[in-house]
Each structure stands twice: as C-alpha cells, then as structure tokens.
C-alpha cells in the first residue's frame, strides 16, 4: 500500500492551491489530510469516509478547505481556498480502515508536501 502525495508549492496570501493523494494497493474506511507547521506537532486538517457519507473538518480550515476523492483514479485531493499564512505548513494525506480523525488509528501515510504561503 502506498500513498504519493503532490501538489504542494509557494503560493501569496489568498490563493487557492489543490493537493493530491494517489492511493495504491487497497480502499480505506477513512482517509484524511494533516498538516505540520513549523515548531508545531502535526495535526488533522480534514477527513473523508471512503463513501461520502462522513467528513470532518478543523476549524480553522471550514469553509476554506474541501476534501474529495476521484473514484476512478483512486486518487484523494484538497482544494484549498483563501489561503492564509498559518496554512503554511507541510501537508500528509493519511488512511485507515475505519471511520474516525484519531491520528493514532491511520496506519497508511503519504511521504508530506510542503505547502508554503506567503503574506
């Protein structure tokens, strides 16, 4: 099993920037994005059941941010909008096999994408 995230990059305050996950190997219950800033531990960002019918987001990023994922490809993305300064931070894509936003719990995770936002 192996998750590649992509997408990150050095964006102005306000922008918009999608990340991308592409999922090999299996399907997961849960799948979700983190972040880690600078001098912070890392934390969820927002999460998705494989089936939609559940999400989850910080508040921080509601309204801001959107998780989905293309059924086709198998791949899992973030669009994210209005971006501010304390966005910046390095982003992983991460999956387990049951619904839930404990970071303990996802046992699959992508190698992290350096999102940085500028003022």
Request: positive net charge; aromatic residues 12%; contains cysteine.
């Amino acid at each position: 099993v192996q998750l590649q995230a992509s997408g990150g990059g050095l964006v102005q305050a306000g922008d918009s920037l999608r990340l991308s996950c592409i999922a090999s190997g299996r399907t997961f219950s849960t799948y979700a994005w983190f972040r880690q800033a600078p001098g912070k531990e890392r934390g969820i960002v927002a999460s998705r059941s494989w089936r939609g019918d559940r999400s989850y987001y910080a508040d921080s990023v509601k309204g801001r941010f959107t998780i989905s994922r293309n059924n086709r490809n198998n791949t899992m993305y973030l669009q994210m909008n209005s971006l501010k300064p304390e966005d910046t931070a390095v982003y992983y894509c991460a999956a387990r096999l049951d619904w839930g936003t404990g970071q303990d719990e996802f046992k699959w995770w992508g190698q992290g994408t350096l999102v940085t936002v500028s003022s």
